[in-house]
């Protein structure tokens, strides 16, 4: 196992919601599969504290939003993404409230695809309906060997992983926890370096060396994951480009277009129904 997580910076996309349910992390068992899935409505936001488990770790979600911290970068989980985690990674996560959580369990001895460390995975729908079918009770030894085949062959990294560096610097802690805690701040370079007493130079070199953004650039980014968050609850794009401090949703929707490659359209949630209900399988 792994260190724990550096909690120095209080996460304000991190805030727990009134009733949120604390539970601790289960070290998963792929018994005599390669693969072993399962699936879950928990019903209310929840947390789960650091750890880590001896098998890799596939998490995705659907009608709502995974995030989980690894050390100081936070990852974003919307609908078709999913998050592979090594096995011996330390983390922690928090789901949103109407979220169907979904995760496979992967044996490394039994597992030939192999990433470097935390990796957005792309969710496409072959995957998630091979991953949906392995948690059935029922399936054949022989089918759930070829199941597993196919799974290995289409796992692939997302092309943009949705990772955020937070920066973990005495120089620019204040700013990334306003920013986390609010991020609509409007403040720019100019009136952060009046309020922390240094020089604008100085911030715009210590969010380059700690994040390898500009300020500009992580605040904007930042803002992409919250609205992942909102967007993957319901909220519509004017309200999100409104309560992220957006003059106007075209001006939002191009920021988000420059971080994610898509639109916010294009990540929106359009099918209520999960590959879990469409397979008529229970949640675990």
Known sequence: MGAAADDHLSL?????????????????????????AASEVPGVATEWAPHSHPLHLLVWVRGGTLTSRIGNRLFTVPPGFGLWLPAGVVHGGRLTAAAELHEAFFAPERTPVAFAGPTSITMTPLLEALLVRLAGPDLAAGERVRTEAVVFDVLEPAERPIALELPGDPRIDA???ALLADPADERGLQEWAAELATSERTVTRAFREATGLSFAQ??????????????SDGTDVRNVSERLGYSQPSTF????????????????????????????????
Do not use: C, K, Y
Request: avoid cysteine; hydrophobic fraction near 45%; glycine fraction near 10%.
């Open 253 to 284: 929707i191009a920021a988000f277009r420059r971080v994610m490659r898509v639109t916010p359209g294009a990540l929106h949630v359009r099918n209520p129904v999960s590959p879990v209900q469409s397979a008529g399988l229970p949640p675990s």
């Open 12 to 36: 304000g996309t991190w805030r727990r919601d009134p009733g949120t349910v604390v539970r601790p992390g289960v070290p998963g068992n792929a018994g005599d599969s390669a693969i072993v």
């Open 218 to 231: 992580w605040r904007q980014a930042l803002r992409v994951h919250v609205a992942l968050a909102m967007l």
């Open 175 to 177: 700013i990334a926890e």
